[in-house]
Protein backbone atom coordinates (compact mmCIF):
# COMPACT_ATOMS: atom_id res chain seq x y z
CA UNK A 1 0.00 0.00 0.00
CA UNK A 2 2.86 2.21 0.28
CA UNK A 3 2.24 3.71 3.24
CA UNK A 4 3.71 3.11 7.29
CA UNK A 5 2.19 0.48 8.91
CA UNK A 6 -0.36 1.87 11.10
CA UNK A 7 -0.14 -0.65 14.47
CA UNK A 8 -2.57 -0.33 17.11
CA UNK A 9 0.46 1.77 19.46
CA UNK A 10 0.35 4.03 17.07
CA UNK A 11 -3.46 4.47 17.16
CA UNK A 12 -3.11 4.68 20.97
CA UNK A 13 -0.78 7.44 20.78
CA UNK A 14 -2.58 9.80 18.36
CA UNK A 15 -5.40 9.69 20.64
CA UNK A 16 -3.72 10.11 23.46
CA UNK A 17 -2.15 13.43 21.55
CA UNK A 18 -5.37 14.77 20.48
CA UNK A 19 -6.78 14.85 24.14
CA UNK A 20 -3.51 15.92 24.92
CA UNK A 21 -3.34 19.32 22.39
CA UNK A 22 -6.93 19.27 22.06
CA UNK A 23 -8.91 19.43 24.87
CA UNK A 24 -12.80 20.69 24.82
CA UNK A 25 -12.81 24.48 23.85
CA UNK A 26 -13.81 26.26 27.17
CA UNK A 27 -17.18 28.06 26.21
CA UNK A 28 -15.93 30.97 28.14
CA UNK A 29 -13.31 31.26 25.66
CA UNK A 30 -15.74 32.49 23.12
CA UNK A 31 -15.98 36.43 22.26
CA UNK A 32 -19.64 36.62 21.62
CA UNK A 33 -19.28 39.86 19.84
CA UNK A 34 -21.34 39.37 16.61
CA UNK A 35 -21.26 43.24 14.62
CA UNK A 36 -24.62 42.07 12.13
CA UNK A 37 -26.53 39.54 13.98
CA UNK A 38 -29.44 40.08 11.26
CA UNK A 39 -26.67 39.54 8.04
CA UNK A 40 -24.89 36.17 9.50
CA UNK A 41 -28.73 35.49 10.18
CA UNK A 42 -29.72 35.79 6.45
CA UNK A 43 -26.37 34.18 5.14
CA UNK A 44 -25.24 31.69 7.43
CA UNK A 45 -28.26 30.78 10.05
CA UNK A 46 -29.24 27.64 8.43
CA UNK A 47 -25.55 26.50 8.14
CA UNK A 48 -25.01 27.08 11.82
CA UNK A 49 -28.33 25.64 12.47
CA UNK A 50 -27.28 22.01 10.64
CA UNK A 51 -24.11 22.15 12.34
CA UNK A 52 -25.13 22.69 15.78
CA UNK A 53 -27.51 19.78 15.23
CA UNK A 54 -24.98 17.57 14.13
CA UNK A 55 -22.50 18.58 16.53
CA UNK A 56 -24.93 17.86 19.71
CA UNK A 57 -26.41 14.42 17.94
CA UNK A 58 -23.04 12.81 18.90
CA UNK A 59 -25.09 11.71 22.10
CA UNK A 60 -27.07 9.44 19.81
CA UNK A 61 -23.77 8.65 17.93
CA UNK A 62 -22.52 7.40 20.89
CA UNK A 63 -25.47 4.95 21.30
CA UNK A 64 -25.41 3.96 17.86
CA UNK A 65 -21.92 3.07 18.63
CA UNK A 66 -22.32 1.23 21.43
CA UNK A 67 -24.70 -1.04 19.43
CA UNK A 68 -23.22 -1.33 16.02
CA UNK A 69 -19.80 -2.45 18.23
CA UNK A 70 -20.53 -4.90 21.09
CA UNK A 71 -16.43 -5.64 20.84
CA UNK A 72 -15.29 -1.99 20.32
CA UNK A 73 -11.38 -2.25 21.55
CA UNK A 74 -10.10 0.13 24.31
CA UNK A 75 -8.68 2.42 21.60
CA UNK A 76 -12.07 2.83 20.07
CA UNK A 77 -13.47 3.61 23.29
CA UNK A 78 -10.83 6.14 24.44
CA UNK A 79 -11.18 7.63 21.99
CA UNK A 80 -14.86 8.60 21.47
CA UNK A 81 -15.57 8.43 24.85
CA UNK A 82 -12.52 11.09 26.02
CA UNK A 83 -11.69 12.41 22.87
CA UNK A 84 -14.38 12.71 19.95
CA UNK A 85 -17.71 13.26 22.59
CA UNK A 86 -16.26 15.51 25.00
CA UNK A 87 -14.41 17.69 21.83
CA UNK A 88 -18.17 17.82 19.54
CA UNK A 89 -20.65 18.49 22.16
CA UNK A 90 -18.80 21.73 23.22
CA UNK A 91 -18.54 22.26 19.39
CA UNK A 92 -22.58 21.93 19.61
CA UNK A 93 -23.12 24.18 22.65
CA UNK A 94 -20.99 26.61 21.32
CA UNK A 95 -22.64 26.62 17.70
CA UNK A 96 -26.07 26.92 19.32
CA UNK A 97 -25.76 29.25 21.74
CA UNK A 98 -24.21 31.69 18.92
CA UNK A 99 -27.44 30.88 16.73
CA UNK A 100 -29.12 31.87 19.84
CA UNK A 101 -27.34 35.08 19.73
CA UNK A 102 -28.19 35.34 16.01
CA UNK A 103 -31.99 35.16 17.38
CA UNK A 104 -32.50 32.31 16.26
CA UNK A 105 -34.39 29.43 17.79
CA UNK A 106 -31.70 26.03 19.73
CA UNK A 107 -31.43 23.53 17.51
CA UNK A 108 -33.83 20.59 17.50
CA UNK A 109 -32.09 17.31 18.01
CA UNK A 110 -32.89 14.10 18.54
CA UNK A 111 -29.95 12.41 20.43
CA UNK A 112 -32.29 9.27 21.54
CA UNK A 113 -33.79 7.36 18.69
CA UNK A 114 -31.29 4.35 17.04
CA UNK A 115 -32.91 3.68 13.85
CA UNK A 116 -34.09 0.28 12.94
CA UNK A 117 -30.86 -0.72 10.17
CA UNK A 118 -28.60 0.59 12.52
CA UNK A 119 -30.23 -2.00 15.48
CA UNK A 120 -30.58 -4.80 12.54
CA UNK A 121 -27.04 -4.51 11.93
CA UNK A 122 -25.79 -4.36 15.46
CA UNK A 123 -26.99 -7.37 16.49
CA UNK A 124 -25.39 -9.11 13.26
CA UNK A 125 -22.56 -7.30 14.53
CA UNK A 126 -22.61 -9.86 17.56
CA UNK A 127 -21.18 -12.58 14.87
CA UNK A 128 -17.27 -11.31 14.73
CA UNK A 129 -17.21 -11.85 10.69
CA UNK A 130 -19.91 -9.10 10.53
CA UNK A 131 -18.31 -6.96 13.40
CA UNK A 132 -15.10 -6.10 11.55
CA UNK A 133 -17.17 -5.69 8.33
CA UNK A 134 -19.13 -3.10 10.83
CA UNK A 135 -16.07 -1.65 12.66
CA UNK A 136 -14.37 -0.47 8.49
CA UNK A 137 -18.03 1.07 7.66
CA UNK A 138 -17.65 2.96 10.90
CA UNK A 139 -14.53 4.33 10.29
CA UNK A 140 -15.31 5.23 6.55
CA UNK A 141 -17.95 6.99 7.81
CA UNK A 142 -16.37 8.56 10.18
CA UNK A 143 -13.40 10.37 8.13
CA UNK A 144 -16.54 11.10 5.15
CA UNK A 145 -18.20 13.26 8.45
CA UNK A 146 -15.24 14.77 9.88
CA UNK A 147 -13.89 15.71 6.22
CA UNK A 148 -16.79 16.95 5.53
CA UNK A 149 -16.77 18.92 8.54
CA UNK A 150 -13.74 20.99 7.86
CA UNK A 151 -14.60 22.10 4.33
CA UNK A 152 -17.29 23.34 6.16
CA UNK A 153 -16.17 25.18 8.36
CA UNK A 154 -13.27 26.24 6.12
CA UNK A 155 -16.01 27.80 3.92
CA UNK A 156 -17.47 29.44 6.92
CA UNK A 157 -14.78 30.78 8.49
CA UNK A 158 -13.69 32.65 5.72
CA UNK A 159 -17.43 33.36 5.10
CA UNK A 160 -17.51 35.05 8.44
CA UNK A 161 -14.74 36.94 7.89
CA UNK A 162 -16.28 38.25 4.51
CA UNK A 163 -19.15 39.69 6.82
CA UNK A 164 -16.41 41.21 8.89
CA UNK A 165 -17.11 38.82 11.55
CA UNK A 166 -14.00 38.18 13.02
CA UNK A 167 -14.96 37.36 16.94
CA UNK A 168 -17.02 34.52 15.43
CA UNK A 169 -14.53 33.41 12.84
CA UNK A 170 -11.53 33.71 15.28
CA UNK A 171 -13.20 32.47 18.58
CA UNK A 172 -15.74 30.03 17.07
CA UNK A 173 -15.49 28.51 13.61
CA UNK A 174 -11.58 28.31 13.51
CA UNK A 175 -10.68 26.75 17.42
CA UNK A 176 -13.96 24.21 15.99
CA UNK A 177 -12.33 23.06 12.63
CA UNK A 178 -8.53 22.84 14.13
CA UNK A 179 -10.06 19.74 16.08
CA UNK A 180 -11.74 18.16 13.37
CA UNK A 181 -8.61 17.22 11.35
CA UNK A 182 -7.37 14.66 14.27
CA UNK A 183 -10.98 12.99 14.43
CA UNK A 184 -10.26 12.55 10.17
CA UNK A 185 -7.12 11.06 10.99
CA UNK A 186 -8.15 8.81 13.49
CA UNK A 187 -10.71 7.11 11.41
CA UNK A 188 -8.49 7.25 8.30
CA UNK A 189 -5.46 5.68 10.36
CA UNK A 190 -7.85 3.29 12.16
CA UNK A 191 -9.71 2.19 8.85
CA UNK A 192 -5.93 1.65 7.19
CA UNK A 193 -4.52 -0.60 9.77
CA UNK A 194 -7.65 -2.93 9.19
CA UNK A 195 -6.43 -3.15 5.68
CA UNK A 196 -2.81 -3.46 6.20
CA UNK A 197 -3.54 -6.10 8.83
CA UNK A 198 -5.80 -7.91 6.20
CA UNK A 199 -8.38 -8.57 8.57
CA UNK A 200 -11.36 -8.81 6.51
CA UNK A 201 -11.18 -11.87 4.12
CA UNK A 202 -12.41 -11.20 0.46
CA UNK A 203 -15.83 -11.71 0.73
CA UNK A 204 -16.41 -9.27 4.01
CA UNK A 205 -14.10 -6.69 1.54
CA UNK A 206 -17.05 -7.70 -0.79
CA UNK A 207 -19.62 -6.99 1.56
CA UNK A 208 -18.35 -4.01 3.35
CA UNK A 209 -18.30 -2.66 -0.50
CA UNK A 210 -22.15 -3.46 -1.15
CA UNK A 211 -23.26 -1.78 2.21
CA UNK A 212 -21.15 0.91 1.77
CA UNK A 213 -22.77 1.73 -1.70
CA UNK A 214 -26.09 1.16 -0.48
CA UNK A 215 -26.33 2.99 3.16
CA UNK A 216 -24.02 5.98 2.51
CA UNK A 217 -25.75 8.78 3.80
CA UNK A 218 -24.35 12.08 4.04
CA UNK A 219 -23.96 13.63 7.94
CA UNK A 220 -27.00 14.72 9.51
CA UNK A 221 -29.42 13.48 6.96
CA UNK A 222 -31.39 11.33 8.44
CA UNK A 223 -34.80 11.80 6.70
CA UNK A 224 -35.76 14.07 3.15
CA UNK A 225 -36.01 17.52 5.62
CA UNK A 226 -32.93 17.18 6.77
CA UNK A 227 -31.63 16.05 3.57
CA UNK A 228 -32.72 19.47 1.92
CA UNK A 229 -31.14 21.53 4.91
CA UNK A 230 -27.81 19.55 3.72
CA UNK A 231 -28.35 20.84 0.34
CA UNK A 232 -29.31 24.23 1.90
CA UNK A 233 -25.72 24.15 4.01
CA UNK A 234 -24.10 23.14 0.50
CA UNK A 235 -25.71 26.37 -1.15
CA UNK A 236 -24.97 29.12 1.20
CA UNK A 237 -21.39 27.82 1.62
CA UNK A 238 -20.88 28.20 -2.54
CA UNK A 239 -20.21 24.41 -3.03
CA UNK A 240 -23.20 23.89 -5.04
CA UNK A 241 -20.79 24.40 -8.14
CA UNK A 242 -18.58 21.99 -6.72
CA UNK A 243 -19.65 18.64 -6.18
CA UNK A 244 -17.49 16.68 -7.72
CA UNK A 245 -14.51 17.76 -5.99
CA UNK A 246 -16.46 17.72 -2.32
CA UNK A 247 -17.17 14.19 -3.28
CA UNK A 248 -13.50 13.66 -4.08
CA UNK A 249 -12.56 15.09 -0.71
CA UNK A 250 -14.86 13.50 1.42
CA UNK A 251 -14.56 9.97 -0.16
CA UNK A 252 -10.86 9.94 -0.22
CA UNK A 253 -10.51 7.24 2.12
CA UNK A 254 -12.61 4.89 0.71
CA UNK A 255 -11.86 5.54 -2.32
CA UNK A 256 -7.82 3.90 -1.20
CA UNK A 257 -9.20 1.12 0.68
CA UNK A 258 -12.04 -0.27 -0.63
CA UNK A 259 -12.01 1.07 -4.53
CA UNK A 260 -8.16 1.55 -5.44
CA UNK A 261 -8.44 -1.64 -8.07
CA UNK A 262 -12.01 -0.13 -9.36
CA UNK A 263 -10.21 1.77 -12.34
CA UNK A 264 -12.25 5.16 -13.36
CA UNK A 265 -13.16 5.74 -10.17
CA UNK A 266 -12.53 8.62 -9.32
CA UNK A 267 -15.62 9.73 -7.64
CA UNK A 268 -18.03 6.89 -6.25
CA UNK A 269 -20.83 7.63 -7.86
CA UNK A 270 -23.09 6.88 -4.71
CA UNK A 271 -21.11 10.05 -3.02
CA UNK A 272 -21.92 12.42 -6.14
CA UNK A 273 -25.21 11.19 -5.90
CA UNK A 274 -26.33 11.79 -2.68
CA UNK A 275 -24.79 15.58 -3.31
CA UNK A 276 -26.82 16.05 -6.00
CA UNK A 277 -29.80 14.79 -4.21
CA UNK A 278 -29.54 17.12 -1.22
CA UNK A 279 -29.14 20.11 -3.47
CA UNK A 280 -31.77 19.25 -5.44
CA UNK A 281 -34.26 18.40 -2.64
CA UNK A 282 -33.60 21.95 -1.57
CA UNK A 283 -33.44 23.94 -4.64
CA UNK A 284 -37.28 22.03 -4.90
CA UNK A 285 -37.94 23.85 -1.53
CA UNK A 286 -37.65 21.25 0.98
CA UNK A 287 -38.94 17.74 0.90
CA UNK A 288 -41.87 19.40 3.09
CA UNK A 289 -43.81 22.99 2.85
CA UNK A 290 -42.32 24.47 6.31
CA UNK A 291 -41.82 28.33 7.13
CA UNK A 292 -37.96 29.04 6.33
CA UNK A 293 -36.14 29.88 9.29
CA UNK A 294 -38.38 28.62 12.33
CA UNK A 295 -38.25 26.18 14.42
CA UNK A 296 -38.91 22.08 13.82
CA UNK A 297 -38.64 18.72 14.71
CA UNK A 298 -35.92 16.89 13.35
CA UNK A 299 -37.48 13.66 12.01
FE1 LIG B 1 -17.12 18.98 15.53
FE1 LIG C 1 -15.25 15.96 14.52
Given at each position: ??????????L????L?????H??????????????????????????????????????????????L?????????????????Q????????????????????????????????????????R??????????????????????????????????????????????P????????????????????????????????????R????????????????????L??????????????????????????????????????????????????????T???????????
Amino acid sequence: MGRALVTQQALHDHVLRLGQLHPPIPLGSVDRTVRRPDLVRDQFGPVVDYLARVELEVERNVLELLRLLPRANETDRMFYAEVWHPQETHHGLILDRLQQDLGRPPATTDTRTVSAKIRVLGALSHLRPVHEVTRLLYYLTGAATEKSAVLAYTRLSAGMRRLGETAIARTIIDPIKRQEPGHFAYYALAARSMMQHRLLAPWQLHLARVLRRRSFGLVGANDRAQTADFGALVHRLELTDELPAYAHQISVVERELLWARHEGMHVPQYVLKALEEAVDLHAKGGATPRATGGPRRSR
